[in-house]
């Protein structure tokens, strides 16, 4: 079994697909390693890469204020990615890439034993959820897998670049903390 310290060591120095060869950082994931909630998005971007942690860019601050609005913070939860290593010009991961990372997911997942999975955007909720995923009509649904709750909503990249997304995601918040109330042992929202 892993422990994170172990895990992080080995996923910093893999080398499993060509991602590897151009990144700064392995963005391996940032958060309470206890969390009850696991947040999943794409892949890092280019201020990500830099410091080596999710969702620092600007996409990042609003992610932070969209938890923030339901008392949910990074103390709370855990956040990682589909691919540990920024795509060149930010390109969605091949399906390749998310092959090759995929298991690192798995790992963390299985050490944090989350309760309730947000995937953030289309590219996280085709992985996490199922392959035909519609964010435009599914974003907010609730599925469960192993008795996990998952449900996806808008990556906040979609929602600085179209605020009309933004009423929709503030519902989707406000079905997650209910959630969270309903399910969580030790997480106040
Ligand atoms: N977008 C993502 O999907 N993940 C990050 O870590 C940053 C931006
Ligand atoms: Fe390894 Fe994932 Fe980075 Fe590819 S993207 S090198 S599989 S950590």
Redo the contacts with the bound molecule.
Sequence with gaps: MDTWESLRAECLSCKACSLAERRNNV?FGDGAEDAEILLI?????QH?DEQGK??V?R??KLLDEMLEMVHLDRTKVYIA?IVKCRPPENRDPLGVEQDACIDWLRRQTALLRPKIIVC??RIAAKSIIKNDFRITQEHGQWFERNGVQITAIY?P?ALLRDVHKRPATFEDMKSIQAKVRELCEHTEV
């Excluded at 998005?41 to 971007?45: A, D, I, K, Q, T």
């Design positions: 963005v998005g794409e892949g890092p971007g990500e999710p969702f860019g996409a990042g990615n953030l955007g990556h990249a």
